[in-house]
């Protein structure tokens, strides 16, 4: 390994995030024959309602994956997005790494549960979402008709009716 994983919290438009949403979105491409053209607006991974993150190892970015709110209800749902892992850096449990760091800013800011759209082509992010945690939930959003579409949650801990929310 090429020493720790360094996590920076980085804009949408930032060089190493946008090199490796455009691999991700060239994995999708081979995987389903097309691109992710869900409506995204990169402003919505800002903070406070949202966040990108690129993971480092040797000064590479290697891992990336965003949170941005979902839904009217602010302080809800965080929805996950475009998390990836370079073809080189896989099976060292980087994927596992961001997305526990993802949940732990969502729910920093306040988030009770992460929703998240994959497909049924990517069964290691299927394999690595069941393995954390996530359940399916109802379809929902861009993708909701789409017979690949796979849709998980999972409720934060320390979130919910017992952290003064209730009634809110």
Same mark, same amino acid.
């Given at each position: ?23 991700? #979105? #060239? @994995? ?12 995204? %607006? ?30 009217? %209800?602010?302080?809800?749902?965080? @929805? ?41 082509? #990517? ?7 069941? $393995? $954390? ?15 690949? $579409? ?10 919910? @009716? $017992? ?6």
């Amino acid at each position: 390994m090429l020493g720790s994983l360094r996590i920076d919290a980085v804009g949408y438009d930032h060089p190493d995030a946008a090199r490796l949403i455009e691999e991700v #979105q #060239q @994995e999708y491409v081979v995987r389903y024959g097309g691109r992710d053209d869900s409506p995204l %607006d990169p402003a919505g991974f800002a903070p406070p309602g949202g966040l990108f993150l690129v993971g480092y190892l040797g000064g590479t970015g290697v891992v990336c994956g965003g949170w941005r709110a979902h839904g009217l %209800d602010v302080g809800t749902d965080a @929805e996950i997005k475009r998390m990836y892992v370079t073809p080189a850096a896989r099976g060292r449990g980087l994927a596992r790494r961001m997305l526990a760091e993802l949940e732990r800013t969502a729910r920093a800011a306040g988030y009770h549960r992460m929703i998240l759209e994959t497909g049924s082509k #990517q069964p290691e992010a299927v394999g690595l979402y069941r $393995s $954390s945690g996530y359940t399916e939930i109802p379809a929902y959003g861009y993708y909701a008709g789409s017979p690949h $579409s796979r849709h998980f949650a999972k409720l934060l801990a320390g979130t919910g @009716e $017992s952290n003064g929310r209730a009634g809110q």
